[in-house]
C-alpha cells in the first residue's frame, strides 16, 4: 500500500494497522474510574492509615510505555518500506565511421552559413557536429582522406571529445588527390576490430576517385565481408569553381566540379546503404537526419524497483519501551504497598 503524497513509501502488511485504534482504547480503559465500593465511609480518614500505594503516577507512565511498544510494534509489522525505483537502460550501439574527403577541392566556397559563404569542409563539420551529438550510445570515429588517408579521430563514447577535435579534419595533411577506396579500406579496417553487431561507414566526398591504389567498389566489397553498411554522400555544387589559398590570397581554378555518382552508387549498393546527392547545407542536413534515423541504436529500458525496509526502527523503539516498562516495573516503580503503621 503505498501513501498519498508519498511516491517513495509503502507499507507491506498495511492490515496490522487496524489494531492501532486499539491503543486509545486501552488508554481508556486504563483511565476509567472502575467499579462503586462495596462498602461506604463517611470519611476516608479512616483508611489513611491503612498503608499508602507506593505507586501512583508511576504506574501510569509505565503504561504509558508498554502504550508506545505496542503501537510501535503494530508499526513494524505492518513492514514500512522506502521505494527505491530508477530505470535501466541497456543501449545496444553501433560502432560509425565518418569517411571525409579533405582533397584541396573541400575548400570551395559555395555554401552558406547564416548567409555567409563559408568552403565545404566548413559546412561539412557543422552538420557532422550535430549528428555527433544525436549519436549518445554510439561509438564513432573519423577518417580522413585526399591522395592518402589519415586518422584524426579514433573510434570513441566520448562525444565532446570528438567535436573538439574535429579541427583536426583538415586539408594539406596528406598529398592531394581523392582515393576514395583508399578511405574506405581504411574505415572498414577501424571497424574490423569492433564487436558491435552495426558497423556503418558515412563516406562524404565532393569528387570522382583519382588516387590510391584500390578503386571504391573493391574496398566496398571488402567492407561488405566484414558485415559493414556504406552510406555514400556526393557533396558540393556543379559548375566552375575556384580554390581560395587563404595564405596566398590567390584563387586557383578547377575547372568544371565532376561527381562519379555512377560509382558512389555502387558503392553504396555493395555496402547495402544509400547514396545521396547534397548541394546546399540544408540537404546535407537532411541527409545526416535520415541516416540518424535509419540507424537507430537498439535500446532496452526496463523499471528497476528495491525496496529499503524501515521495521527495523519501530521495532527498536517498541523493545525499548517494553524493556524500561519492565525494567522500572521490578525496580524503582515497584508497586508492592508500603506496610501499615502499627
Given at each position: 500500500m503505498t501513501i498519498p503524497g508519498i511516491p517513495d513509501f509503502q507499507i507491506l502488511h498495511p492490515l496490522w494497522l487496524l489494531l492501532l485504534p486499539l491503543a486509545p482504547l486501552f488508554a481508556l480503559l486504563h483511565g476509567g474510574r472502575g467499579k462503586r465500593a462495596a462498602i461506604q465511609f463517611p470519611t476516608t480518614s479512616l483508611l489513611r492509615d491503612l498503608g499508602r500505594p507506593a505507586r501512583n503516577r508511576a504506574g501510569g507512565f509505565i503504561f504509558g510505555l508498554v502504550l508506545i511498544s505496542f503501537v510501535f510494534g503494530i508499526l513494524a509489522l505492518?513492514?514500512?518500506?522506502?521505494?527505491?525505483?530508477?530505470?535501466?537502460?541497456?543501449?545496444?550501439?553501433?560502432?560509425?565511421m565518418l569517411t571525409f574527403d579533405v582533397s584541396l577541392s573541400?575548400?570551395?566556397?559555395?555554401?552558406?552559413?547564416?548567409?555567409?559563404?563559408?568552403?565545404?569542409?566548413?559546412?561539412?563539420?557543422?552538420?557532422?557536429?550535430?549528428?555527433?551529438?544525436?549519436?549518445?550510445?554510439?561509438?564513432?570515429?573519423?577518417?580522413?582522406?585526399?591522395?592518402?588517408?589519415?586518422?584524426?579521430?579514433?573510434?570513441?563514447?566520448?562525444?565532446?571529445?570528438?567535436?573538439?577535435?574535429?579541427?583536426?579534419?583538415?586539408?594539406?595533411?596528406v598529398g592531394d588527390g581523392t582515393a576514395i577506396?583508399?578511405?574506405?579500406?581504411?574505415?572498414?579496417?577501424?571497424?574490423?576490430?569492433?564487436?558491435?553487431?552495426?558497423?556503418?561507414?558515412?563516406?562524404?566526398?565532393?569528387?570522382?576517385?583519382?588516387?590510391?591504389?584500390?578503386?571504391?567498389?573493391?574496398?566496398?566489397?571488402?567492407?561488405?565481408?566484414?558485415?559493414?553498411k556504406i552510406y555514400a554522400i556526393a557533396f558540393g555544387t556543379p559548375g566552375v569553381h575556384s580554390i581560395p589559398d587563404p595564405r596566398r590570397g590567390t584563387f586557383t581554378p578547377v575547372g568544371q566540379q565532376l561527381f562519379d555518382e555512377k560509382t558512389l552508387q555502387e558503392v553504396a549498393r555493395i555496402g547495402s546503404g544509400q547514396f545521396y546527392m547534397a548541394?546546399?547545407?540544408?540537404?546535407?542536413?537532411?541527409?545526416?537526419?535520415?541516416?540518424?534515423?535509419?540507424?537507430?541504436?537498439?535500446?532496452?529500458?526496463?523499471?528497476?524497483?528495491?525496496?529499503?525496509?524501515?521495521?527495523?526502527?519501530?521495532?527498536?523503539?517498541?523493545?525499548?519501551?517494553?524493556f524500561l516498562a519492565l525494567l522500572l516495573s521490578l525496580t524503582f516503580l515497584h508497586s508492592a504497598p508500603e506496610p501499615a503503621a502499627t
Open positions: 505492518s513492514r514500512p518500506q522506502k521505494v527505491l525505483s530508477y530505470d535501466e537502460e541497456k543501449a545496444e550501439g553501433i560502432s560509425i573541400m575548400l570551395i566556397e559555395d555554401m552558406y552559413i547564416g548567409g555567409q559563404p563559408v568552403n565545404r569542409l566548413t559546412a561539412a563539420k557543422r552538420v557532422v557536429a550535430d549528428f555527433i551529438k544525436g549519436r549518445k550510445s554510439d561509438k564513432i570515429g573519423i577518417v580522413a582522406f585526399a591522395g592518402e588517408t589519415y586518422l584524426p579521430c579514433p573510434l570513441t563514447l566520448d562525444r565532446d571529445w570528438l567535436i573538439n577535435n574535429l579541427d583536426r579534419v583538415q586539408t594539406q595533411r577506396g583508399s578511405g574506405i579500406a581504411s574505415a572498414a579496417n577501424r571497424l574490423r576490430r569492433e564487436n558491435t553487431k552495426s558497423k556503418v561507414i558515412v563516406l562524404l566526398t565532393d569528387g570522382a576517385n583519382n588516387s590510391g591504389r584500390l578503386a571504391p567498389t573493391d574496398a566496398a566489397k571488402l567492407a561488405a565481408t566484414l558485415g559493414i548541394q546546399s547545407l540544408s540537404t546535407l542536413q537532411e541527409v545526416f537526419e535520415t541516416i540518424n534515423q535509419l540507424e537507430k541504436t537498439k535500446i532496452e529500458r526496463r523499471k528497476i524497483t528495491e525496496t529499503d525496509e524501515l521495521f527495523p526502527w519501530p521495532l527498536a523503539v517498541s523493545a525499548i519501551a517494553l
